[in-house]
């Protein structure tokens, strides 16, 4: 069992960064693929980023370039590193993770799931 507690969203202008913060707790954290999904209103769950229990990256065409997905198994956190926000971005913003070695970009293929962080990017 793993607990995710997702934190660092907030308001911010088009043009701006930020760091979300996902803290975990339970099993060991270096075996778990982990993810970001972000949903915004109305919308599906989509994928962002993704890292591999071996800390290899995948990203989202939309985000690629601009986001960066890491971990730090030493205090059981990832991260995500978002520059150059657009309206688009905005979003409730989810971590997730899998008890296995390699990512997926799908949200069905996540086992836990924290509560979410908002994001909002405005003009």
């Known amino acids: 069992q793993v607990q995710l507690v997702e934190s660092g969203g907030g308001l911010v202008q088009a043009g701006d960064s930020l760091r979300l913060s996902c803290a975990a707790s339970?099993?060991?954290?270096?075996?778990?693929?982990l993810g970001w999904f972000r949903q915004a209103p109305g919308k599906e769950r989509d994928y962002v980023a993704a890292?591999?229990?071996?800390?290899?990256?995948y990203y989202a065409d939309s985000v690629k370039g601009r986001y960066t997905i890491s971990r730090n198994n030493g205090n059981n956190t990832v991260y995500l590193q978002m520059s150059s926000l657009k309206l688009e971005d905005t979003a409730v913003y989810y971590c997730a993770a899998r008890p296995a070695n390699m990512p997926r970009t799908t949200a069905s293929e996540y086992g836990y799931w924290g509560q979410g962080t908002q994001v909002t990017v405005s003009s």
């Open positions: 339970g099993r060991p954290f270096s075996s778990y693929a």
């Open positions: 890292i591999s229990a071996g800390g290899i990256t």
